[in-house]
């Protein structure tokens, strides 16, 4: 039985970015910022084509939530393709994933924040087992 998720998740830890066109100085380029959240947003809804219900559920956020966010990647990213404009992946209100894992030897379950240098784990913190997978 799943959880309910609190935290507003992202797939991967998030690297800061910067797309522009070739061969035009940084500075003389209009800046356009997209948040970590609406890059997640377009790739759930864009890349893989994720219903909006199932999208929001997995960023943790309401429907309307993820339709503005969505709505304002395209825009953003629209605009700089369009305009020439140097687009920033960076910001936002985002939150690492938490990732749940279970021990087949003794049921117990656990979770690790991603992103939060504990690693992978080897063995069952509870009894020792290296039989575990992600949950
Ligand atoms: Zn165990």
């Not at 429907?63 to 503005?68: A, E, G, I, W, Y």
């Not at 369009?82 to 279970?102: C, D, P, Q, S, Y």
């Amino acid at each position: 039985m799943p959880r309910p998720r609190k935290w507003r998740r992202l797939h991967r830890e998030p690297q800061p970015a910067i797309f522009k066109p070739v061969g035009l100085p940084l500075e003389t380029l209009e800046q356009v910022v997209l948040l970590h959240e609406e890059l997640e947003a377009l790739r759930l809804a864009d890349l893989e084509g994720q219903h909006q219900a199932e999208a929001a559920a997995q960023m943790s956020v309401s429907r309307s939530t993820f339709q503005r966010l969505v709505t304002e990647a395209r825009r953003k990213v629209t605009l700089a393709l369009v305009n020439g404009a140097a687009l920033h992946i960076e910001g936002g209100t985002f939150r690492v994933m938490v990732v749940r894992w279970h021990c087949a030897g003794c049921g117990y379950d656990w979770d690790i924040v991603h992103g939060s240098g504990q690693g992978q784990p080897q063995t069952c913190p509870q009894c020792g087992s290296p039989t575990i997978r992600e949950k």
